[in-house]
T-cell receptor
């Protein structure tokens, strides 16, 4: 049963520390999405990749956030330095592009990383 | 720009009664439309999608959704609600062709009362 995996599942850190979240997309998927979910803002798209290249990262605060795909099996989201307002659940999702058959842009979500910045 | 509106933050329904969770969208051209469900402390799970053809789409766990092009709506429905259906439901839209991002609504919390 192919799944998106994310590590760590929970992270508690202090303000100013660097945080790295990792995602392993489903093997064979060529699009990867990073979302942030908070009670106040709901689900926000931070960035997405096609074939490991960033396609849109306009939703990501550039001064402290960075997203990369070192290889097809790993996507990373880094926050440096972290701030209390970054506390949220961060989801990674993967999919098959282009938008059309067979999956028509259906996204497969990981379980999320719950980040708490004190 | 594309957008999704879920006008209800929460929907309460008695177990056994029919349920409807509302969604309207805005996108240029013909859309792909999706419903996802999120249970507590879990990621979003795909429920169903509209691609083309029959306006009534059937999905997982007895859910269905009706596409209405003239009203730009894609409401989620189920004939008989279960307590286990209580969760957060997200409607989403995507344009067709190329590599498109998916825009999600703000989510509707469904509470099924025993």
């Amino acid at each position: 049963d192919a799944r998106v995996t994310q590590t760590p599942r929970d992270k508690v850190t202090e303000m100013g520390q660097e945080v790295t979240m990792r995602c392993q997309p489903i093997l064979g998927h060529n699009t990867v999405f990073w979302y942030r979910q908070t009670m106040m803002q709901g689900l926000e798209l931070l960035a997405y990749f096609r074939n490991r290249a960033p396609l849109d990262d306009s939703g990501m605060p550039k001064d402290r956030f960075s997203a990369e795909m070192p290889d097809a099996t790993l996507a990373t989201l880094k926050i440096q330095p972290s701030e209390p307002r970054d506390s949220a659940v961060y989801f990674c999702a993967s999919g098959l592009g282009p938008t059309g058959p067979p999956t028509y842009n259906e996204q497969f979500f990981g379980p999320g990383t719950r980040l708490t910045v004190l | 720009a594309q957008s999704v509106a879920q006008p209800e933050d929460q929907v309460n329904v008695a177990e056994g009664n029919p349920l409807t969770v509302k969604c309207t969208y805005s996108v240029s051209g013909n859309p792909y439309l999706f419903w996802y469900v999120q249970y507590p402390n879990r990621g979003l799970q795909f429920l169903l999608k509209y691609i083309t053809g029959d306006n009534l789409v059937k999905g997982s766990y007895g859910f269905e959704a009706e596409f209405n092009k003239s009203q730009t709506s894609f409401h989620l429905k189920k004939p008989s609600a279960l307590v286990s259906d209580s969760a957060l439901y997200f409607c989403a839209v995507s344009r067709r062709g190329g590599y498109q991002k998916v825009t999600f609504g703000t989510g509707t919390k469904l509470q099924v009362i025993p």
